[in-house]
């Protein structure tokens, strides 16, 4: 049996991932660190292996005992307009997913997966990408954490509570996409919500 911890837990990937992980009988605790209570209709848990923990992420390092999982998964991501500004962007999307990776070492999980994107490149002059880019650089040089792996997601299809609006147009014209984006356009692809789910499940150590 194995035990997960979740940051992210609300967001449209983090919710299908935390139900996944709810419904996999290898594991038998799922901890999600989260900024406020759980609604009980966001997650089906029929074996009460739900735990979730309200922290505050400008401290996450108080935190690090959490962190003595055997998978950690971290889904956590903003984006420009609801940061407000590129510094309070880098604060979500770099610092406390390289924070994340630093007590997985610490407590010596088995295993990192976090969200980057499609065409993460430090030397993008887009800021998103270059950003995710840093990001994967700092925690794929991080001496000593075990089997570190990032998805790299295009456009995300599924049901959000909130309105974004090139995911929306990817929605509607998914089909369009799938019949068109071949070969090496392939990985730019809106991808459903559960498929990256899947995918970060799969790269965990399960050895």
């Not at 029929?46 to 390092?61: A, E, G, T």
């Amino acid at each position: 049996m194995k035990s997960a911890m979740v940051l992210g837990a609300t967001g449209l990937v983090g919710r299908t991932l935390v139900n996944m992980l709810l419904q996999d009988r290898r594991y038998n605790e799922v901890t999600c660190l989260v900024r406020k209570p759980l609604s009980s209709s966001m997650f089906n848990d029929p074996h009460n292996r739900l735990k979730p923990v309200v922290i505050d992420f400008d401290n996450l390092q108080d935190y690090q005992g959490y962190f003595s999982v055997n998978h950690v998964y971290c889904c956590l991501g903003t984006t420009l307009k609801k940061a407000g500004s590129k510094q309070a962007f880098r604060r979500v999307d770099f610092e406390y997913v390289h924070v994340a990776a630093q007590l997985t070492r610490a407590q010596r999980a088995d295993s990192f997966v976090w969200i980057s994107s499609v065409g993460a490149d430090a030397k993008s002059s887009n800021f998103y990408l270059r950003v995710k880019g840093e990001l994967e650089n700092a925690i794929m040089r991080m001496p000593q954490l075990p089997h570190a792996s990032a998805v790299r997601p295009s456009l995300l299809l599924g049901n959000r509570d909130e309105s974004r609006t090139l995911e929306d147009i990817a929605q509607k014209t998914a089909p369009i996409w799938q019949s068109i984006m071949k070969g090496p356009l392939k990985k730019y692809r809106p991808v459903h919500a559960v498929d990256v789910a899947r995918n970060m499940m799969s790269l965990q150590r399960w050895k």
